[in-house]
């Protein structure tokens, strides 16, 4: 068996680092080579797993020696960028799920991945990465028809719409040949109110503990499709995320996609 794929955790203190720290516990194909946190936090020099024998240390900065394997960011938006350089700098695989991130910064993803395998999702779970096949299936067979993208979260998310939301307008919108950006309407209220042709309409809902709830619909006079993912529980984005750094390990620099990870 080939030796385990080292795996950097940035944004380890978070929901979802501390889920995918469980995940890689599970696993003896990728192995814990780093915990980073927030500069100045209280997890600093914490052990990760307390019971095991030499226990791995939360840390603010990563060790010299570590220059192979893949770095998994899972923080926040203005985190990103140091996140990014740090994989460039140790040539790491870049595997992240942070969301709300800019035009610059996606472009920077795109730059990236002329030097390193670069594999960003807004979300990493199985069902969605199908969903999203499904949408731009729908998409390209019924151009006409209009398309509202509708999701729910918990109270406490940064983003709005969530970036998969925003994934799923993209893929409908690059199977009709649209511009996303000039045909997004990210709320609607005021000017906004009245549905244009060619829209792709977004509704965000704040509510509860709900874990990630995407509706995408298509309509024209008389019928429509619903196409629906709700994810119950955040452990499917840690196992989508360790199987995707499983998966981009050793691959050659270039932009991959969950997708790619599923339907591969
Ligand atoms: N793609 C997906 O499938 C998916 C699924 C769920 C969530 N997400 C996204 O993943 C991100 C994290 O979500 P979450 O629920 O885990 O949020 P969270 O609990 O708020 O965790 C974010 C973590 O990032 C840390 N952080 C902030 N700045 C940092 C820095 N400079 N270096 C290292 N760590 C830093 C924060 O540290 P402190 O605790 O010290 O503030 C916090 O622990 C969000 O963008 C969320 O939307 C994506």
Same mark, same amino acid.
């Not at 795996?7 to 380890?12: F, L, S, T, Y």
């Not at 030097?115 to 096949?133: K, Y």
């Given at each position: 068996?080939?030796?385990? !794929?080292?795996?950097?955790?940035?944004?380890?203190?978070?929901?979802?680092?501390?889920? !995918?720290? &469980?995940?890689?516990?599970?696993? %003896?194909?990728?192995?814990?080579?780093?915990?980073?946190?927030? +500069?100045?936090?209280?997890?600093?020099?914490?052990?990760?797993?307390?019971?095991? =024998?030499?226990?791995?240390? *939360?840390?603010?900065?990563? +060790?010299?020696?570590?220059?192979?394997?893949?770095?998994?960011?899972?923080?926040?938006?203005?985190?990103?960028?140091?996140?990014?350089?740090?994989?460039?700098?140790?040539?790491?695989?870049?595997?992240?799920?942070?969301?709300?991130?800019?035009?610059? #910064?996606?472009?920077?993803?795109?730059?990236?991945?002329?030097?390193?395998?670069?594999?960003?999702?807004?979300?990493?779970?199985?069902?969605?990465?199908?969903?999203?096949?499904?949408?731009?299936?729908?998409? #390209?067979?019924?151009?006409?028809? %209009?398309? =509202?993208?509708?999701?729910?979260?918990?109270? #406490?998310?940064?983003?709005?719409?969530?970036?998969?939301?925003?994934?799923?307008?993209?893929?409908?919108?690059?199977?009709?040949?649209? %511009?996303?950006?000039?045909?997004?309407?990210?709320?609607?209220?005021?000017?906004?109110?009245?549905?244009?042709?060619?829209?792709?309409? $977004?509704?965000?809902?704040?509510?509860? %503990?709900?874990?990630?709830?995407?509706?995408?619909?298509?309509?024209?006079?008389? =019928?429509? !499709?619903?196409?629906?993912?709700?994810?119950?529980?955040?452990?499917? $984005?840690?196992?989508? +995320?360790?199987?995707?750094? &499983?998966?981009?390990?050793?691959?050659?620099?270039?932009? *991959?996609?969950? =997708?790619?990870?599923? $339907?591969?």
């Amino acid at each position: 068996m080939s030796p385990p !794929i080292p795996v950097v955790i940035r944004g380890a203190a978070g929901r979802m680092g501390q889920a !995918i720290l &469980r995940v890689l516990e599970e696993r %003896d194909d990728v192995v814990l080579a780093a915990a980073l946190v927030r +500069a100045g936090s209280a997890q600093v020099d914490r052990p990760v797993y307390p019971s095991t =024998e030499v226990p791995l240390r *939360y840390a603010e900065a990563l +060790a010299p020696g570590v220059t192979t394997g893949v770095l998994v960011d899972f923080s926040v938006a203005e985190a990103f960028d140091t996140g990014l350089a740090l994989a460039l700098e140790r040539r790491l695989a870049f595997v992240s799920g942070t969301t709300g991130l800019d035009e610059p #910064r996606r472009a920077a993803l795109d730059r990236a991945a002329g030097s390193i395998p670069v594999l960003w999702s807004a979300n990493f779970s199985l069902g969605v990465a199908v969903l999203t096949r499904l949408v731009r299936d729908a998409a #390209r067979a019924l151009p006409e028809w %209009d398309c =509202e993208i509708v999701e729910a979260h918990h109270g #406490r998310k940064l983003d709005a719409p969530s970036g998969t939301a925003l994934a799923l307008g993209r893929a409908a919108a690059a199977d009709r040949g649209q %511009d996303f950006d000039a045909v997004a309407v990210l709320a609607r209220a005021g000017e906004q109110a009245v549905r244009r042709e060619a829209q792709i309409g $977004f509704a965000a809902v704040r509510a509860g %503990d709900i874990v990630g709830e995407h509706t995408v619909l298509l309509a024209t006079a008389g =019928e429509r !499709i619903e196409l629906v993912h709700r994810a119950t529980d955040r452990w499917i $984005f840690a196992r989508g +995320a360790v199987a995707a750094a &499983r998966w981009i390990a050793g691959r050659p620099p270039g932009r *991959y996609t969950i =997708e790619d990870v599923v $339907f591969s």
